[in-house]
């Protein structure tokens, strides 16, 4: 039997199509994944499921500290130099809080349901988030992620309506200053041609059940 052709195409486990040097990608974006979710929850370690409430009470007491130390060399230094570099500093452990609070709603903070949304007013409350109001809409967002219809938070914009935008809308919603208020201006009105409010219990993001949660982190 002859050796094989160094030349001859293979394919690699990946559906790589490779012919010596030369790679040629097939993959076909409207196809199925060759995994299931089941495949990827399989294949993390079971030391990853388990939730440990005083290792995320840990990390709560750790970005409290470091929020504390920042104000307090905000307060002695009280520097026009040193105030830039804090408010930079300070929003991005602000953002910490965030996704500690974004933790209990997904219920990954602790197995306590309690804990979960004690925790979770607490550290939204404190950066002004509705807790369930966001944790509500968020879960809608998970559940129709990549959904251009039914996506809660990321709608984005037809190529024909991004063409028609003047100049200026352009700039402003895709370059600095917007941005920087687009979080709570969503959490007032919702993404764009959305209707509601994170704030209000009867805004169609809610079901009847939901209303009085909603009310409470308001």
Partial sequence: MSPPNSMSP?????GVA????????????SAAPPFKIADIRAAIPPHCWVKNPWRSLSYVLRDLLVILSFAVAAAKLDSWTFWPLYWVAQGTMFWAVFVLGHDCGHGSFSDSWLLNNVMGHILHSSILVPYHGWRISHKT????????????????????VYKSLDTSTKFMRFTIP?????????????????????????????????????????
């Fill in 141 to 160: 967002h998970h559940q129709n992620h990549g959904n251009v219809e039914k996506d809660e938070s990321w709608v984005p914009l037809p190529e024909k």
């Fill in 178 to 218: 917007l941005p920087m208020f687009a979080y709570p201006i969503y959490l007032w009105t919702r993404s764009p041609g959305k209707k509601g409010s994170h704030f209000n219990p009867y805004s169609d993001l809610f079901a009847p059940n939901e209303r009085a949660a909603v009310l409470i982190s308001t």
């Fill in 10 to 14: 293979t394919t690699n486990g990946n």
């Fill in 18 to 29: 490779m012919n010596g040097a030369k790679k040629q990608l097939d993959f076909d974006p």
